[in-house]
């Protein structure tokens, strides 16, 4: 008998062998991952870098939905004066460690580590940042999740307020990377995140406490990133977002409407973006005697380009220019603890029940 049982042991040794599979060990993928996603950045601030990361973002369909044919072509033009029209602004923002927004999101990642590894889950999350555009990218922050034992991902991309050009595009992204994968970890999303407690307490407590250490303006300027109205028509709810976002500021600071001022920052090429520009808000605003103003851009978690250089610099100066006499920018979330503390509760309360 054990002649024949040592046979059959051989025999199934062989098999295994012979299909390459004799080191064939089921895996125990039993960690959740979180992957975090933000839009992506330059490597470096220089003409050359910031091209290569505007024609990938650029040609990405969600965000310009015209014919490849015609776009590409003009896109090579577009991306070289736009990209050297950059290379100032991105050299006055950059920090020792490299662009703000990839600063701000590693910190954001470090401390959602640091926070969530202290469960008594024993290390059962697993979090890596992923970026939209440039590095690094979903591809390989979604591998090293899929790799490191993850059979649960929750997917959170970094913008409050949901858009087919933004948070869709990262979800389209997301399956894109893993169509080949065998065994799919089970994938959950955050569409929005706006209208969650800890977002809008998190935005009004800063407010309120700028306020009280500063006083107030005679005007609070809530902005957003701009959209092509084209996209909204076409069924894209971002602007509906934008408003709910600011209402729900206003209710909580329980300011009357008329303080506020609703706006969209940033236009690129032609056609019609969402309005009022944040440009024209800022100057009506000094032309009709309001000499102080403070905003806010909520639509940003991490402090950016569109931040630090278009609000901060651009809107201020144009702020003086016509008359104005106090302009300041309170900053975005970036690596505030409280924020961070509220960021890791909604991303536990995410996961918790998930099995
Ligand atoms: C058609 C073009 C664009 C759409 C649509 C768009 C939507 C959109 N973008 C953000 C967030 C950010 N955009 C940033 C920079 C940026 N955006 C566009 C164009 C569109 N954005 C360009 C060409 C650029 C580069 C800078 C410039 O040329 O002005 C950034 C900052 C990146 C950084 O490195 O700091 C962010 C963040 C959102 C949320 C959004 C839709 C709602
Ligand atoms: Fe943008
Ligand atoms: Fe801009």
Redesign the pocket.
């Known amino acids: 008998m054990a002649i024949i049982d040592n046979f059959k042991k051989y025999l199934k040794f062989k098999v295994n062998d012979e299909l390459g599979n004799s080191d064939l060990v089921k895996k125990e993928n039993k960690l959740t991952g979180i992957l975090l996603v ?5 490597d470096y601030f220089d003409s050359k870098d910031i091209r290569k ?2 024609m990938e ?2 040609s990405d369909p969600k ?2 939905n015209l014919p490849r044919l015609i776009w590409i072509p003009i896109l090579y033009f577009v991306s070289l004066l ?1 990209s050297r ?2 290379e100032q ?2 050299a006055k ?1 950059w920090m020792r460690d490299g ?4 600063v701000y999101s590693k910190r954001q990642l470090l401390g959602l580590e640091n926070r969530l590894d202290n469960e008594e889950s024993n290390n059962s999350v697993k979090l890596s940042l992923g970026m939209r555009y440039g590095k690094p990218s979903i591809k390989e922050s979604l591998n090293d999740l899929i790799r490191g034992g993850c059979n649960k991902i929750l997917i959170l991309p970094l ?1 409050p ?1 949901y ?1 087919y ?2 948070t869709a595009s990262v979800m389209c992204e997301v399956y894109h990377c893993i169509r080949n994968v065998r065994d799919l970890p089970e994938i959950r999303f955050i569409k929005r995140f706006y209208n969650e407690n800890f977002y809008i307490k998190f935005l009004t407590e800063k407010i309120s406490s700028f306020w009280k250490e500063k006083g107030r303006s005679e005007k609070l300027i809530i902005s ?5 109205v084209n ?1 909204i028509n076409k069924g894209d709810p ?1 602007y509906y977002d934008c408003i709910d976002t600011a209402n729900l500021i206003c209710n909580e600071l329980n300011i009357p409407k008329e303080d506020i001022e609703i706006s969209f920052q ?1 236009h ?2 032609f056609g019609k973006w969402l309005k009022p520009y944040t440009s024209h808000v800022v100057k009506r605003l000094a032309r009709n005697g309001v000499s102080s103003v403070d905003i806010i851009c909520p ?2 978690v ?1 402090d ?5 250089e ?1 609000v901060q610099e651009g809107y201020k100066k144009e702020f003086l220019e016509f008359g104005g006499k106090i302009f300041r920018y309170i900053s975005a979330p970036n690596d505030n603890n409280l924020w961070l503390d509220g960021m890791s509760d909604f991303i536990k309360n995410n996961i918790k029940n998930w099995n």
Not at 38 to 42: A, I
Not at 99 to 102: M, N
């Open positions: 933000n839009l992506g950045t330059p990361y505007l973002f650029l965000v310009i736009r029209k950059l602004s991105y923002i662009s703000p927004l990839s913008y307020q858009s050009t933004t957003f990133h701009g959209l092509p996209s971002y940033s690129f090429g639509g940003f991490s950016c380009l569109e931040t630090l278009d």
